[in-house]
Nanobody, 120 residues
């Protein structure tokens, strides 16, 4: 059974930082592309960042220069370091497993999410 558990969310002020974690079990993590999404109330789910099994990364324009995705295969964990946070970054952040080691944008499993709230 596949499980993804996100953590690290919280409330921060504008300009602050958070480091999200997603621990994955039940898949061959080191061979799986991982993606972070976010969803705010009333908005569509947005793909934020992805990292392939060979650590190639992709970022949404909204995340470039501020967010960094990384992975630790020994810990079956993917991270999202978020800096210079803005109010528009407030959302529930979820991680997802891709069906392949490259980022095919075909996602198989999702976590429950962790809430990020950015206030001025």
């Amino acid at each position: 059974q596949v499980h993804l558990v996100e953590s690290g969310g919280g409330s921060v002020q504008t300009g602050g930082s958070l480091n999200l974690s997603c621990v994955v079990s039940g898949v061959a993590f080191r061979y799986t592309c991982m993606t972070w999404f976010r969803q705010a109330p009333g908005k569509e789910r947005e793909e934020v960042a992805s990292i392939s099994s060979d650590e190639r990364t992709m970022y949404a324009d909204s995340a470039k220069g501020r967010f960094t995705i990384s992975r630790d295969n020994a810990k079956n964990t993917v991270y999202l370091q978020m800096n210079s946070l803005k109010s528009d970054d407030s959302a529930t952040y979820l991680c997802a497993t891709d069906l392949y080691n490259w980022c095919s944008k075909t996602w198989g499993h999702w976590g429950q999410g962790t809430q990020v709230t950015v206030s001025s």
